[in-house]
């Protein structure tokens, strides 16, 4: 028995020292890599403009910089949940169908009761969008569902409850208070533009200088070294699968705000790209590393590459391609050993 507990006490030690280096090594290498992998990206970014002056003389300019800005800023709300459940080494694709719920909501609800939207209604339609959050996280906590299955499951389930009480046909306008968000302006500069700033710089320090953030990271990197130094890990997957879907609700409700109705499919063309702006901007997919900013970088050169792919006059399919190509070329040059592999390959060929 004396054996066995001293046994478990040396685990637990080499489990907390291990804890401990990876949070010290982390420091250094994460903000190395991590700075670097968004650094690259906003230059790809600035690149992309660049080249994208030759198709349109517009491309570039300030009034189009705030276009882009304002496109994007439904997919920066929602990455930044998505790659929190990323960080933790999971997944939510109930995404697309708790979009169209904080949509539906908002479009029906609101503007029913009140043409500009009663202040209360906003809170009110988040707590419902986040209940979506708190169904996910505690499916996979208590019934150990893997993510990919719980959020795929609540995403049918979702979309089933909006089909069937909107009856396929969803009714209502946009209230006042989220066309103003969307389409008013400071002076010359867009509301959302400032809000979109105002979200990025909380979300940074929220991710990356907060105990919360640090504690996603421990999670994602060793799920049992983080247990063992004190991570409350069913609590951090609750809040993180919460957040997650809050902040899809409230893109739901932006959508609303900018094309002044809902619409049943509002949402499904955020799935993919709000995974490929993560990976784009360097966060594993296998949990443990990102970095939000480079996420930022990667949900502005998808809308980059969506705007160009618009004016090209080109299908959705394009759109699609383009975004699983990035993801699968981000996660090819993450692996580790992958470009030496495939170096190794094209001199064999050649050989």
């Known amino acids: 028995m004396l054996n066995l507990k001293t046994t478990a006490a040396q685990n637990e030690a080499h489990a907390s020292q ?33 080249l994208s002056k030759f198709i349109n003389a517009e491309f570039g300019s300030l009034r189009q910089l705030q276009t882009i800005l304002t496109l994007t800023s439904f997919l920066i709300v929602i990455s930044f949940g998505q790659g929190l459940t990323i960080l933790i080494g999971g997944l939510d694709l109930s995404v697309p169908s708790v979009v169209t719920l904080g949509g539906v909501l908002a479009a029906s609800w609101m503007s ?35 993510p990919f299955i719980m959020t795929l499951a609540s995403a049918v389930i979702v979309y089933s409850l ?35 700033v105002i979200f990025c710089a909380a979300a940074v320090f929220v991710q990356s200088k907060t105990s919360f953030g640090q504690r996603l990271y421990a999670l994602g990197s060793n799920s049992l070294a983080a247990k063992i130094a004190g991570v409350r890990i069913n609590g951090i997957t609750l809040l993180t699968y919460t957040i997650s879907a809050t902040l ?25 790209p709000s995974i490929a702006a993560v990976v784009i901007g360097g966060s594993s997919i296998l949990g443990g590393r990102g970095n939000y900013l480079g996420t930022i970088g990667g949900a502005i050169l998808l809308t980059i590459f969506d705007v160009v792919i ?42």
């Open 18 to 50: 291990h804890y401990s280096r990876s949070a010290d090594t982390r420091g250094s290498v994460k903000v190395q890599r991590e700075t670097i992998n968004a650094i690259a990206v906003f230059v790809v970014c600035g690149l992309a403009l660049f």
């Open 248 to 272: 899809a609700g409230f893109a739901g409700m932006m959508l609303v705000g900018y094309s002044n109705g809902a619409t049943l499919r509002m949402g499904d063309g955020y799935l993919l």
């Open 162 to 196: 909006c089909l069937g009480v909107t009856g396929g046909t969803v009714s209502g306008a946009a209230p006042g208070s989220l066309v103003s968000l969307m389409t008013g302006h400071v002076g010359t500069v867009p509301i959302v533009n400032v809000f979109v």
């Open 310 to 351: 618009t004016s090209l006059e080109l299908s959705q399919g394009w759109r699609t391609m383009i975004s699983g190509g990035l993801i699968l070329a981000a996660i090819l040059l993450q692996h580790e050993g992958a470009l030496d592999r495939i170096r190794s390959a094209v001199h064999r060929r050649t050989r």
């Open 112 to 146: 029913m009761l009140s043409p500009n939207g009663a202040w209360w209604q906003i809170p009110t339609i988040l707590l419902v969008c986040g209940a979506v959050g708190v169904f996910n996280g505690l499916g996979i906590i208590l019934c150990r569902i893997p």
